[in-house]
T-cell receptor, first 117, second 112 residues
């Protein structure tokens, strides 16, 4: 009964490197949402994806950040040329596709904590 | 655009006393409202939601929330707080694309 799985749980990168964060949604879920939580702050929506489609990326920074959710495999949030301000916890959430199975709440993973040195 | 406000960054309450964590919302149309809890270095856990129906919603761990349409509020309550309830609580409202918009969070500390 696996929930939303995120890896790595902790990631350390130096400025200028790339960070890749992975998210496998719950079984039967095909909607994935990425959120960012800065220290001492709430969660900010970044992007909403379905399989092979970006539905809403209104919360994504215009540069260096990208997300995908391929037909096979996990969703990936990619941050290029990381800066210290990217240090945060990145949470993935999922929900089922079928409207009748979608009761509204999102199911969250444990998060990936990125530290940029 | 939808939004949620949690006016208190911190709420302290003695164990055994009732607790309230406040939330007000702004959304066009009927609101879908949620409460989540986050323990240190963990993800968010769903507590309860309001979609339609009774204004008093019961959820996990003895928590409940009262939906008040006229005051656009959705306050989280528990009749008798436990030390283990100490955590960060988030109120959220659902947007048009099913994403959730979260409040800034309220740190609840239950004192023994």
């Amino acid at each position: 009964n696996a929930g939303v799985m995120q890896n790595p749980r902790h990631l350390v990168r130096r400025r200028g490197q790339e960070a890749r964060l992975r998210c496998s949604p719950m079984k039967g879920h095909s909607h994935v949402y990425w959120y960012r939580q800065l220290p001492e702050e709430g969660l900010k929506f970044m992007v909403y994806l379905q399989k092979e489609n970006i539905i809403d990326e209104s919360g994504m920074p215009k540069e260096r950040f990208s997300a995908e959710f391929p037909k096979e495999g996990p969703s990936i949030l990619r941050i290029q040329q990381v800066v210290r301000g990217d240090s945060a916890a990145y949470f993935c959430a999922s929900s089922p596709e079928a409207v009748q199975k979608n009761t509204g709440e999102l199911f969250f993973g444990e998060g990936s904590r990125l530290t940029v040195l | 655009a939808q939004s949620v406000a949690q006016p208190e960054d911190q709420v302290n309450v003695a164990e055994g006393n009732p607790l309230t964590v406040k939330c007000t919302y702004s959304v066009s149309g009927n609101p879908y409202l949620f409460w989540y809890v986050q323990y240190p270095n963990r993800g968010l856990q769903f507590l309860l939601k309001y979609i339609t129906g009774d204004n008093l919603v019961k959820g996990s761990y003895g928590f409940e929330a009262e939906f008040n349409k006229s005051q656009t509020s959705f306050h989280l309550k528990k009749p008798s707080a436990l030390v283990s309830d100490s955590a960060l609580y988030f109120c959220a409202v659902r947007g048009p694309r099913r994403q959730l918009t979260f409040g800034s969070g309220t740190q609840l500390t239950v004192l023994p």
